[in-house]
């Protein structure tokens, strides 16, 4: 089964690639984003058809649009309160995400770049939903490693300007980066990648990614992380960006149950902390790249999947570098041949994804297309 939220329009090395399944042309007709090589006057009239506004990338295509943008996704994610139990989710390009718990609100990886400033930015086929003063006030923000697009000095400065009482946890070694910046150096949680910590109703840990191979300091901090967090009965493990590494998928299983055994814990008034092999934790929500280079790759996204088992899988970190993206149809394909019973979820920029009872909702979507109908 295959849940799909984006228009399902590709472009890999310059090359047009249309719908392929016939089945969903009632998504792309609903939602049209379509990307383009070259652009003449019939092809720019395209731009009328992908509001609010279309723009062309330094190489000649129409960017690809977010399903919901500023204000209005602002507002959204605003008025949105899930239960405990639940969370909503937003992609806001690349490994970028705003992650709404019961209790508190998350942003991962913040990145916004102005696309029209004349400078390498202008390449990417995708459009940002939301600039870093328009994001709903987060209590946290995490990020996962130093690249541009995961530590981002255009967005990290503006968004503690915008927002006084957000709290930044990074990894320790970028600590200095983030203080060089002008961000208050007590607003600033540092993360190792080896102890669990809590931060109000909060509760993480950073676990060592591999971006092509482990890279530790003489302290053993990793300049590269991913996150499991816990919040509100919520577990969810961001990977941030990396390959697969020996007991990488056993520090994800532990982290998972350490920290639910922690939250039955603490929820449980005098009662007896749960042994960490008891009634094993299972992972809610993991957010998987699959662009391969050097990162994961959509073998290696189910892979993990496989093994580690989360109730629900959304991919990311692609539809933006032109140098460095895929079609997710690829990891559609994977999951439907290796895993034909676990829920594959296709998402669209500044489009909500709501999780609760372990299964994630798309509100307001077309009618859910099967394989087979």
Aim: hydrophobic residues 40%.
């Amino acid at each position: 089964m295959c849940y799909y939220s984006a228009t399902l329009f590709f472009v890999v090395k310059n090359t047009v690639f249309l719908p392929i399944f016939p089945r969903l042309r009632l998504l792309c007709k609903a939602h049209p984003a379509p990307y383009m090589r070259g652009v003449d006057d019939s092809q720019a009239d395209a731009c009328a058809n992908n509001p609010p506004s279309a723009s062309v990338s330094n190489r000649g295509t129409i960017r690809n649009q977010p399903f919901m943008r500023s204000e209005e996704l602002s507002a959204q994610i605003e008025e949105f309160q899930p239960k405990h139990g639940g969370a909503g989710l937003w992609w806001l390009t690349q490994a970028s995400w705003f992650v709404k718990f019961p209790s508190c609100s998350v942003v991962i990886d913040p990145w916004w770049r102005d696309l029209f400033a004349g400078d390498m930015w202008a390449k990417l086929i995708g459009e940002f939903p939301l600039t870093p003063e328009e994001y709903p006030a987060p209590d946290y923000v995490f990020c996962t490693h130093w690249h541009d697009d995961h530590i981002c000095p255009e967005t990290l400065p503006r968004m503690a300007k915008a927002f006084a009482n957000t709290k930044f946890i990074i990894p320790s070694r970028s600590v200095d980066l983030l203080i060089s910046w002008g961000i208050d150096a007590e607003r600033i949680i540092s993360s190792n990648g080896h102890r669990q910590q809590s931060i109000g109703p909060l509760s993480f840990k950073a676990i060592p990614a591999a971006h092509m191979e482990l890279d530790f300091d003489e302290d053993g901090s990793s300049w590269y992380v991913g996150y499991v967090l816990e919040c509100d009965g919520v577990s969810l493990y961001h990977m941030g960006d990396g390959k697969p590494w020996p007991g990488w998928h056993t520090a994800i299983t532990k982290a998972v149950n350490s920290l639910s055994a922690a939250e039955d814990c603490k929820s449980n008034e005098g009662g007896k902390k749960k042994e960490l092999n008891d009634e094993p934790a299972q992972l809610d929500i993991a957010l998987l790249c699959i662009n391969g280079n050097d990162n994961l790759s959509h073998i290696e996204a189910v892979d993990l999947i496989s093994v580690v088992k989360p109730k629900v899988a959304i991919p990311m970190h692609y539809g933006m570098d032109p140098d460095n993206t895929v079609d997710p149809l690829i990891y559609h394909k994977e999951v439907s041949k290796r895993l034909p019973d676990f829920p594959c979820t296709i998402p669209q920029v500044g489009r909500a994804l709501f999780f609760e009872n372990g299964v994630l909702d798309i509100p307001n979507d077309p009618p859910i297309i099967q394989e087979g109908e």
